[in-house]
């Protein structure tokens, strides 16, 4: 069945016209198609699901990712994170969906009064809806997205309802439905759920599947990207990965806006509890969807924000990424082509990580340039941004033939992006920037501090100016700053002359 998200029952439901006493409560639109009609099935096939989940124990929870596909193929993935709740004293739920069947430019949030579901009517906590939709424009009280298109319903916030009315005793729904997806967008509305909630007892779900439609293996190795990103709390990456379809969630959107709403309510680990895709349930391998079930929550330890996962190379993988920059550029320079990076003889090269390729001339920058999100192999990576930084970076003429013997190289591999949630906690030498405000960006190596012997005041301001924009707006709080280190490593000696 080659449905976005799967469904399992052949006949689904289609709501009809509502009677004028009703039209501000939203009927339930996939049952019967997505999970049981009747009541009673419902509930039973729900509490079979939640009494075979055994999630790790989790103290300060603050939002959950689940899947929306028909509760056959991802139920069991749902129930994994939707078991957590069980005896928490949550008094509000905000669902944060993709939409799938109309296009609009902003966060709708529903401007009705419940939503209908086999299992009873869920509430509207309509005065926290006009509270939120009072922060942002991007952010707006509406029926788009919730009603019917073209005889479509959009299924995958309903789904999510059953759940949470099997598990939680009387809660109140804040229902959003994402038309737009963008980082802007998700800022915007994870900023806002921030301001709005106060106080313990609002819980945040996002509501996504993974990849859609590719082999078992394939889908297995994109999801493992997106779930590394969410443990690792690079949101940035996952949103600009997301944009270019680089990486695959029908609701990337609501992961985003989710962790970025967690993070300012002192949120900052993700755990991943399952993974799965429609092949381990269907059997069929040949065109999966993939499934994960995820928890945001405030750390246990005091150590604050959670590390990120250390990498390494070493003195030989090190030397190979230096011989394929060095032959990158070289290749580009004399032959106007691409160099064939072959297959890296190791498989952290294969890794996707962001690097930067700097090139000096006696001493002084001649080139830089570089991914910030891992949007390749490693080695790739290195290929493409060493070429660019000799021929495309616009500070200085392209490269030539005669200056290659005179070339030095270092290359710098970055972790995670972290936001900067205390300026002070900057370490200069160690820590690099990214400053983005709206569409202005601007980044900086971690060397490049102690290299011009800056302080942290001016390290800030000059990342801004880096961004194009006053050297003062990293203190504003619609600009983001986040941090990373980077793996720097370099042959400083000229590059050979022959080939």
């Known amino acids: 069945m080659r449905n976005c998200c799967k469904a399992f029952f052949l006949l689904p439901i289609l709501a009809a016209a509502l009677p004028a006493q009703n039209r501000n409560v939203r009927p339930p639109m996939a049952a019967g198609s997505f999970y049981p009609a009747d009541a009673k099935q419902l509930a039973g096939m729900i509490d079979g699901l939640l009494a075979a989940a055994r ?21 069991h993935v749902a129930a994994q994170a939707y078991a957590l709740l069980k005896g928490r ?80 005793k009387d809660f109140k729904l804040v229902p959003i439905v994402m038309g737009e997806q963008d980082y802007g967008t998700c800022r915007a509305l994870g900023v806002a759920l921030a301001k709005s909630i106060q106080g313990p007892g609002t819980l945040v779900v996002a509501s996504s599947d993974l990849s859609h439609f590719h082999t ?80 945001l929550c405030k750390p246990e330890s005091t150590g604050g924000t959670a590390s990120a996962r250390r990498f390494s190379l070493t003195t030989a993988e090190k ?40 090139l000096k001339k006696r001493g002084q920058l001649r080139g830089c340039i570089g991914y910030v999100a891992p949007v390749a192999p490693l080695a790739v990576t290195v290929r493409d941004v060493a070429a660019f930084a000799a021929l495309e970076d616009r500070r200085f003429q392209p490269v030539s033939v005669a200056e290659l013997p005179e070339l030095e190289y270092e290359i710098s591999v970055l972790s995670p992006l972290r936001r900067v949630l205390d300026t002070r906690h900057i370490r200069i030498g160690t820590d690099g920037l990214v400053i983005k405000r709206d569409a202005s960006e601007g980044l900086l190596l971690p060397q490049v501090a102690p290299e011009q012997g800056w302080n942290c005041l001016q390290f800030l301001e000059n990342t801004c100016l880096k961004a194009g924009i006053n050297p003062s707006a990293w203190k504003d709080p619609d600009t983001d700053i986040f941090s990373f280190t980077a793996l720097v490593f370099g042959d400083h000696t000229p590059a050979r002359k022959d080939d």
Not at 93 to 99: F, G, L, N, S, W
Not at 116 to 122: E, K, Y
Not at 216 to 241: C, F, I, P, V
Not at 323 to 352: C, F, P, W
């Open 55 to 75: 999630p790790a124990p989790i103290k300060d929870l603050a939002a959950i990712v689940v899947p929306h596909a028909g509760y056959v193929y991802s139920g």
């Open 89 to 168: 004293p949550i008094q509000r739920v905000v669902v944060i969906a993709p939409c799938h069947i109309d296009a609009f430019g902003f966060s709708s949030v529903f401007d009705g009064d419940a939503y209908d579901t086999p299992l009873g009517r869920v509430p509207v906590d309509t005065a926290f809806v006009a509270k939120l939709a009072s922060m942002d424009k991007r952010v707006q009280r509406s029926g788009r997205g919730h009603g019917m298109v073209n005889g479509r319903g959009e299924h995958s916030l309903e789904v999510q309802l059953p759940f949470l009315q099997r598990v939680l």
């Open 216 to 295: 078992y293996d394939k889908a297995t190795h994109l999801d493992r990207k997106t779930l590394q990103a969410l443990e690792e709390w690079d949101y940035l990456s996952m949103a600009r990965n997301f944009e270019r379809r680089v990486w695959e969630a029908c609701g990337g959107g609501p992961i985003v806006a989710a962790m970025i709403a967690a993070e300012r309510l002192g949120a900052t680990e993700a755990r991943v509890l399952k993974y799965a895709n429609s092949g381990d349930v269907t059997g069929d391998k040949s065109s999966v969807v993939g499934y994960g079930a995820a928890a």
């Open 319 to 358: 030397t190979e990424l230096l011989e394929i920059a060095k032959r990158s550029v070289e290749t580009a320079v004399r032959e106007h082509k691409g160099y064939d990076v072959g297959t890296a003889r190791n498989a952290r090269l294969m890794q996707e990580r962001g690097a930067f390729v700097t």
